[in-house]
């Protein structure tokens, strides 16, 4: 907690912390489908039950941003934190986010099998995207009426934060460079005894140039059943407008990006694309890609058509082996040419079958 001194000071302090944004996922989609009594009991609860784990492994809720936590860890008497100890706060803010994403997946599984109605609609809207990043932040007092102080942090560290949750997928934990770097000059293991796993991640971040390179914490490793079911429910909780076709012919069929990564399509549909990369990009991140086929008059069809490049926006991503597959929904793309282009590789998909 704040001391009574540090309290009174309303000049800001250059301090080091752990930055941890925290939010519910697709909130905004079902404010409008539930009795606006419903959706705010709802989402209390759900962010009461985080700011007690949250609290319980020594961070502090900051602030309630609608649907989501800022949440910080530090100590705000102590003028110099070394590295040691902010590593020691990006350990606990990672602790309570891996917590968080394993009892949310949980909630989620036994809401499908429980017998109370009620409770499998309440967490079956609620899964959580979560960032991490950790360094100085500017802390103080930004109280606007000079009477109720409104103590809070701000800065490059926790705007990057608030981006890296944005780009984070759900049931997962998207964490900074600068933190992981941190974390990895531990001597101990940071799996908290739940086999956490980590991956790659490139996304595009405001105000910079190139693809921004973070880390991606799985906190289920040890337990990839709870994370697939826990996904599951949560991908089918949304209705689709288009059957989903594998792509099962001979031919190969891959969407390149103009930086060379190329992806292989594993199904399509009216709405987009899964697509198969040897590298993961991070969820929201938009994705230029030029469709082709290991036939050339295939390819002919496509461009002539105006079908061989789209914009696609990635919704999730999912490892698979070594490969990491992406689900991407088309942005941008009239529903004429999204329908001609499924149409057009579902003839593609038969005639291989057939020629083949």
């Known amino acids: 907690m704040v001391s009574r001194e540090f309290a009174e000071n309303d000049a800001a302090r250059e301090i080091r912390a752990a930055v941890m944004f925290i939010d519910v996922e697709g909130f905004s989609r079902i404010m409008g489908k539930k009795n606006p009594e419903i959706v705010f009991s709802e989402l209390r609860s759900c962010l009461t039950r985080i700011s007690a784990i949250v609290e319980s492994h020594g961070g502090q809720v900051n602030k309630t941003l609608g649907n989501g936590l800022l949440c910080y860890f530090t100590h705000f008497d102590s003028v110099s934190i070394s590295d040691e100890e902010l590593r020691g706060f990006i350990e606990s803010a990672l602790q309570s986010a891996i ?3 394993r009892e949310w997946a949980q909630e989620l599984l036994q809401s ?6 009620k409770l499998h609609k309440n967490w079956h809207a609620l899964p959580l995207r979560i960032g991490i990043n950790a360094g ?8 606007i009426n000079g009477v109720s102080p409104d103590y809070t942090v701000v800065g490059e560290t926790v705007n990057l934060a608030k981006r890296l949750e944005g780009s984070a997928d759900v ?18 293991a940071i799996d908290f005894g739940v086999g956490a796993t980590w991956g790659r991640r490139f996304l595009q971040i405001k105000h910079q140039t190139g693809l921004f390179e973070a880390w991606e914490c799985n906190p289920f490793g040890a337990d990839s059943e709870l994370l697939r079911g826990a996904q599951r429910l949560v991908r089918t909780g949304h209705k689709r407008t288009s059957t989903r076709v594998p792509w099962l012919c001979h031919v190969a069929l891959n969407a390149t990006l103009p930086s060379g990564p190329v992806a292989r399509v594993v199904d399509f549909s009216e709405n987009g694309f899964c697509l198969e990369f040897s590298q993961a990009f991070a969820r929201k991140e938009q994705l230029d890609v030029a469709i082709s086929t290991a036939r050339a008059d ?27 597959w992406h689900g991407v929904a088309f ?26």
């Open 171 to 188: 049931f997962k934990v998207l964490v900074s460079p600068a933190a992981k770097l941190l974390l990895d000059s531990s001597t101990g």
């Open 331 to 356: 942005v941008g793309f009239p529903q004429e040419q999204a329908r001609a282009l499924s149409d057009l590789l579902i003839q593609f998909n038969n005639r291989a079958s057939e020629e083949f």
């Open 112 to 117: 499908e099998t429980s017998p109370q109605e």
């Open 99 to 101: 917590g968080i994403q």
């Open 298 to 324: 295939w390819n002919t069809i496509l461009v002539s058509k105006g079908l061989a490049n789209v914009t696609c926006d990635v919704r999730w991503v999912e490892n698979v082996g070594q490969m990491h």
């Open 136 to 143: 100085s932040v500017y802390w103080g007092n930004a109280s």
